[in-house]
C-alpha cells in the first residue's frame, strides 16, 4: 500500500513538498514514480527513480523544477516542487509495481492559483 500527504494550495513560483509512504512491500527494492493527472487532461508521468535513488527521470514538463527523492529507511518517497506554474495542477499519485501488482497512492491535489 502507499500513503500520501502533502500538496495543497499555492501561487505560481512558490514551492510545495509531496510524500509517499510504502507498506507491505520492501519498498527499497522497487523503483518509484509519480504521476499526475490534471482536470480534463490524461495522466502524465511526472518523476521516476530506480532503487537506490541513483537515477532519477523527470517529464520535460517538470524538468529542473521538481526533484523526486526517496528515504529507503523511512519507506518515504518524496517530491519537491518548486517555481510552480498553474498548469501544475493535478491529482498527484505515487506508483510502484510490485511482481504483477500496481501500488497506487490514494492521490494529493496540488491547486497552483493566483
Known amino acids: 500500500q502507499l500513503g500520501g500527504a502533502g500538496g495543497g494550495l499555492g501561487q505560481p513560483g512558490d514551492s510545495l513538498g509531496l510524500s509517499c509512504t510504502g507498506s507491505?512491500?520492501?519498498?527499497?527494492?522497487?523503483?518509484m514514480k509519480w504521476w499526475r493527472q490534471g482536470p480534463g487532461k490524461g495522466g502524465e508521468l511526472g518523476a521516476g527513480?530506480?532503487?537506490?535513488?541513483?537515477?532519477?527521470d523527470y517529464a520535460d514538463s517538470v524538468k529542473a523544477r521538481f526533484t523526486i527523492s526517496r528515504d529507503d529507511i523511512k519507506k518515504t518517497l518524496y517530491l519537491q516542487m518548486n517555481s510552480l506554474k498553474p498548469e501544475d495542477t493535478a491529482v498527484y499519485y505515487c506508483?510502484?509495481?510490485?511482481?504483477?501488482?500496481?501500488?497506487w497512492g490514494q492521490g494529493t491535489q496540488v491547486t497552483v492559483s493566483s
Open positions: 527513480i530506480n532503487k537506490g535513488g541513483t537515477l532519477k
Open positions: 506508483h510502484t509495481n510490485v511482481g504483477f501488482s500496481n501500488y
Open positions: 507491505g512491500f520492501i519498498f527499497s527494492q522497487f523503483s
